[in-house]
Nanobody, 124 residues
Framework: QVRLEESGGGLVQAGGSLRLSCVVS????????AAWFRQAPGKEREFVAG????????SYADSVKGRFTISRAYAGNTVALQMDSLRPEDTAVYYC?????????????????RGQGTQVTVSS
């Protein structure tokens, strides 16, 4: 059983930074793809950032490009999302997702394992 647990969310002022972490535990993979998604109140869940299993290729939603950075540390089985220059519109519940599929993906339900989410609130 694989479990993903997010942490690092909280309340921050616009222009500030937060670092989210996702710990992958249980039957861990030798390597894996991972992604962050978010869902704001009244909106659909959307892709934020992803990192591929092969080559560690990163991809970002246009709305966060240049402000957010996804990274992966196999040693600790963690996936991080560094969020800088935060804006009120970044307010959402952020979810981590991962599995060992070889292709990159931006569809939340395509990932085999998903976390419970962590709340990020950006005040203006």
């Amino acid at each position: 059983q694989v479990r993903l647990e997010e942490s690092g969310g909280g309340l921050v002022q616009a222009g500030g930074s937060l670092r989210l972490s996702c710990v992958v535990s249980g039957r861990t993979f030798s390597n894996y793809r991972a992604a962050w998604f978010r869902q704001a109140p009244g909106k659909e869940r959307e892709f934020v950032a992803g990192i591929s299993r092969i080559g560690s290729i990163t991809s970002y939603a246009d709305s966060v490009k240049g402000r957010f950075t996804i990274s992966r540390a196999y040693a600790g089985n963690t996936v991080a999302l560094q969020m800088d220059s935060l804006r009120p519109e970044d307010t959402a519940v952020y979810y981590c997702a991962a599995d060992n599929k070889a292709y990159s993906g931006r569809v939340y339900m395509d990932y085999d394992y998903r976390g419970q989410g962590t709340q990020v609130t950006v005040s203006s």
